[in-house]
Protein backbone atom coordinates (compact mmCIF):
# COMPACT_ATOMS: atom_id res chain seq x y z
CA UNK A 1 0.00 0.00 0.00
CA UNK A 2 1.58 3.42 -1.45
CA UNK A 3 -0.76 5.75 1.00
CA UNK A 4 -0.22 5.89 4.70
CA UNK A 5 -2.67 4.38 6.97
CA UNK A 6 -4.91 7.13 7.91
CA UNK A 7 -6.60 5.64 10.43
CA UNK A 8 -3.10 4.71 12.34
CA UNK A 9 -2.33 8.55 11.88
CA UNK A 10 -5.91 9.85 13.08
CA UNK A 11 -5.49 6.79 16.25
CA UNK A 12 -9.28 5.83 14.79
CA UNK A 13 -11.07 2.81 14.71
CA UNK A 14 -11.58 1.88 10.60
CA UNK A 15 -15.26 1.83 11.38
CA UNK A 16 -15.15 5.47 12.70
CA UNK A 17 -18.39 7.56 11.73
CA UNK A 18 -17.69 10.99 9.92
CA UNK A 19 -18.55 12.56 13.00
CA UNK A 20 -15.98 11.42 14.56
CA UNK A 21 -13.22 11.54 11.43
CA UNK A 22 -14.38 15.13 11.77
CA UNK A 23 -14.15 16.14 15.57
CA UNK A 24 -10.59 14.63 14.81
CA UNK A 25 -9.70 16.35 12.22
CA UNK A 26 -10.34 19.43 14.10
CA UNK A 27 -8.65 18.87 16.87
CA UNK A 28 -5.06 17.65 15.11
CA UNK A 29 -5.75 20.82 12.82
CA UNK A 30 -5.25 23.33 15.47
CA UNK A 31 -2.35 21.28 17.01
CA UNK A 32 -0.41 20.83 13.62
CA UNK A 33 -1.07 23.99 11.78
CA UNK A 34 1.84 25.53 10.50
CA UNK A 35 0.99 29.05 12.75
CA UNK A 36 0.83 27.11 15.90
CA UNK A 37 4.30 28.04 17.38
CA UNK A 38 4.07 25.37 20.11
CA UNK A 39 3.59 22.28 18.04
CA UNK A 40 2.90 23.34 14.71
CA UNK A 41 4.06 20.14 12.26
CA UNK A 42 3.73 21.62 8.21
CA UNK A 43 4.74 17.86 7.03
CA UNK A 44 1.60 16.32 9.34
CA UNK A 45 -0.80 19.10 9.03
CA UNK A 46 -0.42 18.33 4.72
CA UNK A 47 -0.86 14.55 6.06
CA UNK A 48 -3.80 15.50 8.15
CA UNK A 49 -5.55 17.53 5.46
CA UNK A 50 -4.74 14.12 3.08
CA UNK A 51 -6.32 11.84 5.51
CA UNK A 52 -9.85 14.16 6.11
CA UNK A 53 -9.68 14.57 2.08
CA UNK A 54 -9.84 10.78 1.49
CA UNK A 55 -11.71 9.93 4.35
CA UNK A 56 -14.43 12.52 4.35
CA UNK A 57 -15.78 11.21 0.66
CA UNK A 58 -17.61 8.20 0.94
CA UNK A 59 -16.23 6.82 -2.32
CA UNK A 60 -12.44 7.84 -2.07
CA UNK A 61 -12.93 5.95 1.64
CA UNK A 62 -14.60 2.83 0.13
CA UNK A 63 -11.66 2.26 -2.32
CA UNK A 64 -9.00 3.24 0.44
CA UNK A 65 -10.44 0.53 2.45
CA UNK A 66 -9.97 -2.23 0.21
CA UNK A 67 -6.77 -1.48 -0.82
CA UNK A 68 -6.04 -1.15 3.05
CA UNK A 69 -7.49 -4.17 3.41
CA UNK A 70 -5.64 -6.17 0.97
CA UNK A 71 -2.26 -4.64 2.35
CA UNK A 72 -2.89 -5.06 6.28
CA UNK A 73 0.05 -7.52 6.82
CA UNK A 74 2.00 -6.31 4.08
CA UNK A 75 2.36 -2.92 5.91
CA UNK A 76 5.61 -4.93 7.55
CA UNK A 77 7.81 -6.40 5.28
CA UNK A 78 9.51 -8.45 7.42
CA UNK A 79 11.50 -11.26 5.10
CA UNK A 80 14.58 -9.35 4.11
CA UNK A 81 14.85 -7.36 7.76
CA UNK A 82 15.51 -10.15 10.24
CA UNK A 83 17.18 -13.81 10.67
CA UNK A 84 14.61 -16.25 11.61
CA UNK A 85 16.54 -19.10 10.88
CA UNK A 86 19.28 -19.30 13.12
CA UNK A 87 18.71 -21.60 16.56
CA UNK A 88 17.77 -19.76 19.29
CA UNK A 89 17.90 -16.02 18.27
CA UNK A 90 15.62 -17.21 15.48
CA UNK A 91 12.61 -18.35 17.30
CA UNK A 92 13.15 -15.21 19.42
CA UNK A 93 12.64 -12.69 16.49
CA UNK A 94 9.93 -15.42 14.72
CA UNK A 95 8.02 -14.38 18.20
CA UNK A 96 8.78 -10.73 17.87
CA UNK A 97 7.38 -10.49 14.35
CA UNK A 98 4.44 -12.71 14.62
CA UNK A 99 3.81 -10.14 17.65
CA UNK A 100 4.19 -7.31 15.50
CA UNK A 101 2.40 -8.26 12.79
CA UNK A 102 -0.57 -8.94 14.98
CA UNK A 103 0.02 -6.10 17.08
CA UNK A 104 -0.44 -4.54 13.35
CA UNK A 105 -3.92 -5.96 12.51
CA UNK A 106 -5.33 -5.37 15.72
CA UNK A 107 -4.76 -1.76 15.78
CA UNK A 108 -6.00 -1.39 12.06
CA UNK A 109 -8.19 -3.96 11.59
CA UNK A 110 -9.99 -4.54 15.16
CA UNK A 111 -13.02 -6.00 13.27
CA UNK A 112 -11.05 -8.16 11.69
CA UNK A 113 -8.25 -8.94 13.97
CA UNK A 114 -7.11 -12.85 12.89
CA UNK A 115 -4.21 -13.33 10.59
CA UNK A 116 -3.79 -16.99 8.71
CA UNK A 117 -0.56 -19.28 9.53
CA UNK A 118 -0.50 -18.99 5.84
CA UNK A 119 0.02 -14.97 6.20
CA UNK A 120 2.91 -15.21 8.23
CA UNK A 121 4.61 -17.87 6.97
CA UNK A 122 4.17 -16.12 3.62
CA UNK A 123 5.95 -12.70 5.29
CA UNK A 124 8.78 -14.77 6.46
CA UNK A 125 9.54 -17.05 3.64
CA UNK A 126 9.78 -20.07 5.76
CA UNK A 127 8.61 -23.23 6.19
CA UNK A 128 5.78 -23.43 8.68
CA UNK A 129 7.43 -26.22 10.78
CA UNK A 130 9.12 -23.57 12.00
CA UNK A 131 6.42 -21.61 13.52
CA UNK A 132 5.40 -24.77 15.19
CA UNK A 133 7.26 -23.91 18.52
CA UNK A 134 7.08 -20.07 18.05
CA UNK A 135 2.91 -20.52 18.45
CA UNK A 136 2.70 -22.68 20.71
CA UNK A 137 4.84 -20.71 23.44
CA UNK A 138 3.21 -17.80 22.72
CA UNK A 139 -0.54 -19.54 23.15
CA UNK A 140 0.66 -20.89 26.53
CA UNK A 141 2.24 -17.46 27.67
CA UNK A 142 -1.88 -16.00 26.84
CA UNK A 143 -0.62 -13.40 24.26
CA UNK A 144 -2.34 -15.14 21.11
CA UNK A 145 -5.54 -16.93 20.41
CA UNK A 146 -6.09 -19.33 18.08
CA UNK A 147 -9.70 -19.68 16.18
CA UNK A 148 -11.50 -22.66 14.92
CA UNK A 149 -10.05 -22.21 11.66
CA UNK A 150 -6.30 -21.67 12.81
CA UNK A 151 -6.20 -18.38 12.16
CA UNK A 152 -4.58 -16.22 15.19
CA UNK A 153 -5.04 -12.95 17.12
CA UNK A 154 -3.52 -10.72 19.67
CA UNK A 155 -4.95 -10.59 23.16
CA UNK A 156 -4.91 -7.78 25.46
CA UNK A 157 -1.93 -9.74 27.23
CA UNK A 158 -0.20 -9.91 24.00
CA UNK A 159 -1.10 -5.95 23.77
CA UNK A 160 0.33 -4.82 26.91
CA UNK A 161 3.68 -6.94 26.24
CA UNK A 162 4.47 -5.03 23.02
CA UNK A 163 3.25 -2.02 24.48
CA UNK A 164 5.28 -2.10 27.92
CA UNK A 165 8.37 -4.24 25.97
CA UNK A 166 8.81 -2.69 22.38
CA UNK A 167 11.42 -0.14 24.02
CA UNK A 168 12.94 -2.59 25.77
CA UNK A 169 13.73 -4.70 22.75
CA UNK A 170 14.94 -3.13 19.79
CA UNK A 171 13.93 -5.23 17.03
CA UNK A 172 9.85 -5.22 18.41
CA UNK A 173 10.29 -1.54 18.07
CA UNK A 174 12.13 -1.41 14.60
CA UNK A 175 8.94 -4.01 13.50
CA UNK A 176 6.25 -1.35 14.80
CA UNK A 177 7.51 2.02 14.01
CA UNK A 178 9.84 1.57 10.48
CA UNK A 179 8.79 1.21 7.01
CA UNK A 180 11.50 -1.59 6.03
CA UNK A 181 12.45 -2.94 9.90
CA UNK A 182 15.68 -3.91 11.13
CA UNK A 183 18.62 -3.07 9.34
CA UNK A 184 21.43 -5.96 7.82
CA UNK A 185 23.66 -4.78 10.62
CA UNK A 186 20.70 -5.01 13.61
CA UNK A 187 19.57 -8.56 12.53
CA UNK A 188 23.53 -9.79 12.66
CA UNK A 189 23.19 -8.62 16.22
CA UNK A 190 20.15 -10.91 16.47
CA UNK A 191 18.70 -12.47 20.01
CA UNK A 192 16.61 -9.76 20.88
CA UNK A 193 15.07 -11.64 24.57
CA UNK A 194 11.47 -11.74 24.60
CA UNK A 195 11.33 -12.01 28.18
CA UNK A 196 7.92 -12.64 29.96
CA UNK A 197 6.19 -9.79 31.19
CA UNK A 198 6.18 -8.73 34.97
CA UNK A 199 4.16 -10.86 37.03
CA UNK A 200 3.32 -13.08 33.98
CA UNK A 201 3.65 -16.52 35.19
CA UNK A 202 5.50 -19.28 32.61
CA UNK A 203 3.01 -21.61 31.61
Not at 82 to 95: A, C, K, Q, V, Y
Not at 140 to 162: M, P, Q, W
Request: proline share 6%; glycine share 4%.
Amino acid sequence: MTQPDYYEFLQISPNAEFSTIQRIYKFLAARFHPDNPESGDAEKFELLKQAYDVLSDPGRRSEYDADREKATVEAIPIPDTMDFLDSIDGELNRRLAVLAVLYKRRRTNSAKPEVSLGEIESLMDFPRDYLDFTIWYLLKKEYITRGDNSAIALTAEGVDFVETQRAELPNLSKLLTTATGPSISDRRQGGQNLAPSEGKRTQ
